[in-house]
Every structure is written in structure tokens, then in C-alpha cells.
């Protein structure tokens, strides 16, 4: 009986490969194309914000558009970056994680404190990452396995985190020795240069084209979209909804201590008030970037446009001299208009369904 | 009584309701008088509930006009509706649990002194309002503290807060027992009796001869036929909801039945269902009736393990299975299309091709090999004739019909050998109807065991080769295709003795 099925299939596919294979092919290559298209132009508001606010800053500021000033929006919003990548992985699931602030803080601290303690750099900033990593899997059983809502569970997760740091340093400082955590050794990560590239710069890249390609390319990815698109039919489709759920956690909370000590690096000491406020600049980009609280959609480019409109706007602002109280207003006039702009596409996709 | 001399308290004129591929409410005529209960029969499907949501202003008409004591009614909203003296009791209670019983009936209405809620009057009219149908009780209490049927009683009680005129129910027993419907129906006396309207949808038939005054009858969006009650019988009732004349609306092949493909024994699942045991062989449709919750979903999700079962067991070719969730079933070659696409079978922001491959993503090394799923897609498209003009469209974006085959297409490729088929035809049109009972058919040709659960029987009479009638979450019995009648089928599905029902 099962052979009977199965030959049918075959059948099937047989009639379409010969003839269909080219035709497929140039098909795939159009619709890719489309398909990109559409991509882009959910996050075009967005992108054509940065074109516009970049092309006023070359005008309105002669330091603007210096290799200089280029290079310090990037390291400035490495931190940022490197968080909102895994962001954009939990707010596609519908989750959200409000602990990346506190834990961002908590590597850093564990890192420096082991150099402090006589560990050389690489091994104690390895450590500090996979902390943020038992972060993000406490976050995950409990949001997975237990079912708890993700927003109380990390607004939990978040005061403990900053709870345990304080505890530990006295909310005081921590410093290490310079010949460990110097410019010309751990600092390099966060301030460094190779062959005039900035070392943050070169990070983003690779990450940036990781998580592309895990969003884009892979089972992890897609699971992702679907399980932020409809929970409960990715769960009937057979897909195990708690592992990628768990996982998703996961990944932000690694890349949440990889970020961590990027901060450290370029600041060589363990601030514990570090990224107070961070989740919520992490969220607002990813949401102005296309990703919606409702799940389901976003992308990494739309992001990293995100993380950097948001952080042009800061570093303009601060050339332009304007009060930098007045920049919190602008942001966050920002984050309306791009939730306004999410609400409206939404609409759009559920007037053409009903 | 003579209505005939009355005026008509609400007139519906050639009123339609057109939603994407489907004709819900075809050019509908009807007159409503004051103090008549005017039940409005029919299959699922057939238009009734459209056509209520029109009543009460949830859903803007088409085309066509609503006529309230000879003045044309315009669409606003259902506040609107309400103003105008039109309530709705809603099948599902649309009652806030933790709010107290006065809170709820005067919810969006409450009455303030200085801006302030005025508590006393509150509850002083919200026990005259539950006297009005016969509850007893505290108004104070909250809601949730309440059994259905008296939160019932409390939505009805709401739809009098508004001066109402016309009082429109939606299969208001469905969760009642014998005797919380003989109140409910004393309540409805009541009403009548001060003039109000009630306009009652059920397709109950043994309700419809103990409260109606009069009867419509819809099928297929249209209105079939409005008669006195002393003018119907069950059996003329049961004509004119399912029609004749559709046999070639279920293509089906001559069976080819093989050995038993799925036997299931005994599933219980507390409270949901008991002690339920069926087999279906390879190459044949077997059918799942019964009444709306009488266990035949929860039976095919506890059968693919996407609900816990308390005891039982599930036999695939012999073999017994060990199915702890949907990715078990699925790995031992079981299927279930759910019965709500949108709900629970769909994810809306992927794309048709994405949707495909949900259940079964070709992968190389866990990377997702995008020529491949771009031939699956291809290929079930001509195969299911998946109208569309790109494959990486949002599946929002299809008509019911597609968004079924694109479902379907998704467990093809799964070689499933069991199909679970729950409503396969709910919000589909006709033409897209007979292409899936075609496919299911070939399906079933091809060796694989179907399951077809379907609320509208003459689906199951045509398509299926066995029936199952479910009632109370307990197998009620089995037909044979010979055996097959609406009568039979509806004995079992309520429990009547088929003398009875006859």
C-alpha cells in the first residue's frame, strides 16, 4: 500500500522535473526577485527614513560625513546591533525580551571579574557569552516549557538579572588588569582596527550575515515565521514548537553576552548599571526596522536600517547640538510612526483576506 | 394568531451578503411580525447566521434594505441596531466574567450621577431585568460564578435592557439540558406575550415544532420556503433544508477497500470523550457524524495527538503507535486538516510555497533547499490546480477554495497514509467544493484511509463508504453505506429512537 502511494508521487514528480526544470528555475529567479521586492518594500519607510535623515546630516553638519564620525555611529551601535539581531528572532515568534539590558550588564561583569581572578581574556569573555546564553535558556524553559508570557517572564528575569549583578559587585565598578583588558588586548574587540576596518564593524558583518542566513535560509528561520504567524498550526503541522521556541531564547541571550562584552571591551571596565533602558532601544529598532509585536514578520536588514536610523538620529543630533532631551522626543515620535506605519500594513493584509 | 392582519414589525427586501467566492445571503425577502417566534431552520452553511448579522448590524448588506415599522433601517452598527430596538443573544456569550451581573447587563449604558456610576440603580434595574426571565438571583454576583444557563438568561436579560423589539437568538440551546430549555422557552413565551419578536435560529427539529409560529427555511444563501407551523412536518422540514437534485456534486470513485489501515480502541479523554474505538481500512472514506460538539474534532485531535488522551490505543497497519504529539502522528503517517483554516491551519504572513512545505521542509542539512521547495510548490499547484499568480503570494490573499488545496497540498507531501478531513467544504464554494471531494476521492484510490468529519450530512451520505455517528463524546453507532438515511443518521446523532423521529 505505501509503495502504491509512493510510486503515485513519483509519477508525479517525474512528469514535472524534465520539462519543468528550466522553466522552474527561471520561474524561481523572478519570483525571488519579487519576493525580495516585497521584502523591501516593507522596510522601505524605514530605509528611505535613513536615506533622507543621512543625506540632511551631510548637509547640515561638516563633521558628518567624516570616516571618522562613520565609524563611531557603528561602534557607538554595536552593542545595540548585536542585540536586536536576536531580537528580530524572538519579536517574529510574538515573543519579546525585556532581560537583554540587565544580562548585557551581568556578562560583562562575569567576564571582568574572571580576568580579575587570573583568567586570560579569550576564556573569561567565552564564559561571560555563554552566561547570556543560561540566561536566554532560563527565559525559554519558562516561556516554552511553562508557558508563561514571555513579557512577565523576561520583566522578571530582567530585575533578577540586575538584582544578582548589584548583589555580587555592590553595584560598584568592577576593573581588571590593563595588561589583560588594555586597547592593544581585549580592547581590540570593542575599539580595535584590522587593516583600517573597525573590529565592532567586522563583527556586525559576520553576525549580521549569520542571522540572514539562519532567518532566511534555514529550518530554524522558517520555523520561526511560522510559529509567530499561527502558534497553533505550526504545532498541527508537526513542528516542535517548545525546542524553537526555546532556541530563539537561546540565541538572543548569547548574543545578548556577546554584546555585553563588546561594551566592556570598549569601556575595559564591568559598569553594573550598564544598559539600563537598552531592551527598550533593542525593541524600539527592531519594531521601526518591520518587525511586528503580533509575530510573524521582520527581517534582519529591516533591523540593522532600524538600529542605525535610530542611531544616525542620536549622532546627528549631537553634532546638530541639539538637547539631547529633545532627542528622546524625536525617537520616540519615531517608534509612533513606525508602529503606525506596521498597523496600517497589517490592516492592509487582513482587508485583503476577509 | 392572525398575523396576517398585522403589520410587519421588520421587513427584510431582496437583502444579500456577498463574501469573497461566496454568495452568503441570496436576495432574502422576509417578514417579521411583533410577538412571533420565527424559528429560521437550515444546514450549516445555509446563510442563517449571515443572515442575523445583517439583522443586528454586524455585517453591512450587499445589497437589498431592512425595514423597521415601515422606515428604512440604515447600516450603522450593532449599537445602532440595539437602539433600534433590535438585540442579539450570540451563541457564544459575549459576557465580561469578571464583572458583576448588574455590570454586565448595563455594560456600555451605565447610568451616572455626578459622574459617578450610581451603583444602586444599577442593580435595582438589573433585578427587575432578571425577574423579566426568571432569574433569581443577586445581581452582584460575578459572572463567572454562574452555570450557561443562567448566563443565558443574563444576555437575555440584557437584550430587554434595550427596549427590545425583536430579541434574535442564535442556537440558544446548544449547551442547555432538557430542563434549562423548557425555562428558556417559557422565557420566550414570555416575551412574545408583551409583543416582542423573537427570531430564533436552530436546526433542532424537535424544537422548531415546540416553540416556532412560523418557519423559513434557507439553504445555499437563499430563502426555500416561510410556512405556518401547522403547515410542516419533520419530513417536509428535512426536504426543504437539505434539496435533491446535487448527487453530481460529489464525484465519487467506485471503492477499492483494502485490509484496516487505523484502528483506534477505546480513546477517553475525561469529560470529552468515552471509550471510543473505530477502524477505517485503506481505500475507504469513513464518515464522522453527528451534532456540532459531539466530540467528532476532539476525537481526530486526540487521534493525531495534538490533545492529551487519558486511555486507549492507536493501531497504524497493525503496529501500535505511541503518538505523544502532532510531530508523532505525523512521523507514523497520519494527517488532520483542521476544521478552521484560518484558526489553526494557516500561517497567514507566509507564503503560498512556505505554507506548502510546513509539515514537511525539504532541507539539506537543516538549510532550506529553495529549488526544491519551489518544485514541490509548483507541482502541487498543477496537481490541486491552485489558482493563483505566484506562488509567493501571501496565502491571505486566496479564495477559500485555494486556501483549502494549499492545505491539502501540505499533507500530500507528507505521505500521509491516514487523512483526517475535519469540515473540508466549510466556506468554500461550490465548484471549489466538488474539485476537494474529487481530490478526496482519488485520495482515497490511491490506498490511503480517509476520515471525513462533516456537519453537513448530505456530504457524508454521497462521499463516504461507512458512517460513524458520534453523540455526547460516545461513538452512538455505525452505518453501513446501505444502510445510509438522513433519518438513521439523525436518530442516532440525538439520540432518538427512530420511530420517533419519524
Known sequence: MKDAIQSTNEVIGAEAAPHGEPKAWQRMVVQRARERLGDFIGQATAAAALIVVFIFLSFASPVFLTTDNLINIIEQNAVTATIALGMTFVIITAGIDLS?????????????????????????????????????????????????????????????????????????????????????????????????IPVALIILVVLSALAYFLLSHTRLGRYTYAIGSNQEAARLSGIPVKRYLLLVYVILGLLTGLAGVIAVSRLSIAEPNFGIGLELDVIAATVVGGASLFGGQGTIVGTLIGVFLIGVIRDGSVLLDINSFWQNVIIGVVIWLAVLWDQFRRRRISSLSS | MALSQQSPLIQLVNISKKFPGVLAVNTVSLDIFPGEVHVVAGENGAGKSTLMKLLSQVERPTSGTVVLNGQEV???????????????VYQEF??????TIAQNIVLGRESTRFGAINHRAEVEQARQLLQRVGLHIDPKRLVSTLSVAEQQMVEIAKALDVEAKLVI??????????????????????????????????????EIFQIADRVTVMRDGKVVATLPRSEVDQQKLIRLMVGRDIHNLYPKPEPKIGPVMLRVEGITRRGVLHQCSFEVRAGEILGFAGLVGSGRTELARAVFGADPIDAGSIWLEGKRLSIQSPASAIAAGIGYLTEDRKRDGLAMTLDIAQNITLTNLPTVASWIDLGKEERIAV??????????????????????????KVIVARWLETQARVLFFDEPSR???????????????????????????????????NMCDRLVVM??????????????????VMALATGASEGETL
Open chain 1, 100 to 196: 537583554v539590558g540587565s544580562t548585557a550588564a551581568m556578562t560583562g561583569v562575569v567576564g571582568v571579574e574572571l580576568v580579575a581572578h587570573g583568567w586570560h581574556w579569550p576564556q573569561a569573555m567565552l564564559i561571560a557569552v555563554l552566561a547570556g546564553g543560561v540566561v536566554g535558556l532560563v527565559n525559554g524553559v519558562l516561556i516554552s516549557v511553562t508557558n508563561l508570557n514571555p513579557f512577565i517572564t523576561t520583566l522578571g528575569m530582567m530585575t533578577v538579572v540586575r538584582g544578582l549583578t548589584d548583589v555580587y559587585t555592590n553595584a560598584v565598578v568592577v576593573v581588571g588588569p590593563e595588561s589583560e583588558l588594555g586597547p592593544q588586548n581585549f580592547g581590540v574587540i570593542g575599539l580595535g582596527k584590522l587593516s583600517g
Open chain 2, 74 to 88: 440604515h447600516f450603522v452598527n450593532p449599537q445602532h441596531a440595539q437602539r433600534l430596538g433590535i438585540s442579539m
Open chain 2, 94 to 99: 459575549a459576557l465580561a466574567p469578571h464583572l
Open chain 2, 169 to 206: 437568538m442564535d442556537e440558544p440551546t446548544a449547551t442547555l439540558t432538557e430542563r434549562e430549555i423548557a425555562h428558556l422557552f417559557a422565557v420566550i413565551r414570555g416575551l412574545t406575550d408583551q409583543g416582542i419578536a423573537v427570531l430564533y435560529i436552530s436546526h433542532r427539529l424537535d
Open chain 2, 379 to 404: 507541482r502541487a499547484r498543477d496537481r490541486l490546480k491552485i489558482r493563483t499568480p505566484s506562488l509567493h503570494r501571501k496565502v491571505t490573499v486566496l479564495s477559500g477554495g485555494n486556501q483549502q
Open chain 2, 427 to 461: 466556506g468554500i464554494d461550490v465548484n471549489a467544493k466538488a474539485e476537494i471531494f474529487e481530490l478526496i476521492g482519488s485520495l482515497a484510490s490511491e490506498g490511503r484511509a480517509i476520515v471525513m468529519i462533516s456537519s453537513y450530512l448530505p456530504e457524508l451520505l
Open chain 2, 471 to 488: 453523540r455526547e463524546g460516545r461513538i452512538a453507532g455505525e452505518l453501513q453505506r446501505s444502510e445510509f438515511t438522513e433519518e438513521r
